[in-house]
């Protein structure tokens, strides 16, 4: 497990700052009637007006700069032409390369009117992250993180979808640790200043269990529930978590916007087949 020097961890925020304005650049376009390609070509060009690379293009061979998962959609999803629609629960999730750095982040959002229900798993999938990011401190344990959000899935009564986690990031985009988002406190390396984690819960409204299109990419739930995912990019600091996918002076707060971002790890990665990963 890395860890980074204050100048490096600038190279990580840099790299963030892209993710961030690609999410929010994604997220305003995000419409019904509007294709997931699409929104795919607005973040790849995002990303290199401001220098970077799309650091899932390519990966493992994904083909795309991000990934959309609609709906039932867990995490991986490929950008397509049909078009969003009204109702249409819809994650990105965005990589960037800056300078040799790697950013990694994940939102969700819904197109329109959706039920309590729908709107509940949102909320408590990025309450889940804000609990994670909140234990990623000097003092804890890496399965702390795992356990915050694994209690915040428990809490709303939300199912957490095990085959997919976080993961170290810094000079490539999934480092060690493979950081899952279920398990017990107090295990793992101990977190310490100069760490960088991006940390992604990924909740289901059903049972946990996912399948893989034969895209080899998709991954949904095995039961059709709907899904929700939200990622940060955090550097662990003596101060506590910083969120170096949402720098001050970039856009706005946690709050006011739907964060939802995570991709790709050895679990999560848009990357390799479920299978493989964690
Ligand atoms: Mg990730």
């Not at 994940?106 to 909320?123: N, Y």
């Not at 795992?146 to 209690?151: L, P, R, V």
Request: aromatic residues 4%; proline residues 8%.
């Amino acid at each position: 497990m890395h860890r980074r020097s204050p100048s490096e961890i600038d190279g990580i925020r840099a790299a963030c700052a892209v993710v961030h304005q690609v999410q929010s650049a994604v997220e305003a376009a995000a419409s019904p009637g509007v294709s997931t390609l699409s929104l795919d070509e607005l973040a790849e060009a995002t990303i290199r007006d401001r220098g970077g690379e799309p650091a899932f293009k390519g990966y493992h061979g994904f083909p795309a700069s991000i990934c959309a998962s609609v709906n039932d959609e867990a995490v991986h999803g490929l950008p397509r032409t049909e078009p969003l629609e009204e109702g249409d629960l819809l994650c990105v999730d965005v990589g960037v390369q800056l300078d040799g750095w790697f950013g990694d982040g994940a939102f969700t959002i819904v197109l329109g009117h959706v039920d309590r229900r729908v709107r509940g798993l949102v909320d408590t999938t990025r309450a889940a992250l804000e609990s994670g990011v909140a234990a990623a401190r000097p003092g804890n344990r890496l399965s702390d993180i795992s356990h915050a959000i694994e209690s915040a899935a428990a809490a709303g009564g939300v199912s957490v979808i095990r085959e997919f986690g976080g993961h170290g990031i810094g000079r490539h985009l999934h480092e060690d640790p493979h950081l899952p988002n279920h398990g017990p406190p107090g295990r793992g390396p101990h977190l310490r200043a100069g760490h960088v984690l991006a940390i992604e819960p990924i909740f289901s409204l059903g049972q946990p269990g996912i399948v893989v299109d034969e895209d080899g990419w998709t991954a949904r739930t095995r039961d059709g529930s709907l899904a929700a995912h939200f990622e940060h990019t955090v550097a662990v600091t003596e101060d506590g978590p910083s969120l170096l996918t949402l720098s001050p002076g970039i856009a706005d707060t946690a709050d006011s916007r739907p964060v939802c971002n995570q991709p790709p790890e050895r679990a999560e990665a848009p990357p390799e087949k479920a299978e493989d990963r964690g």
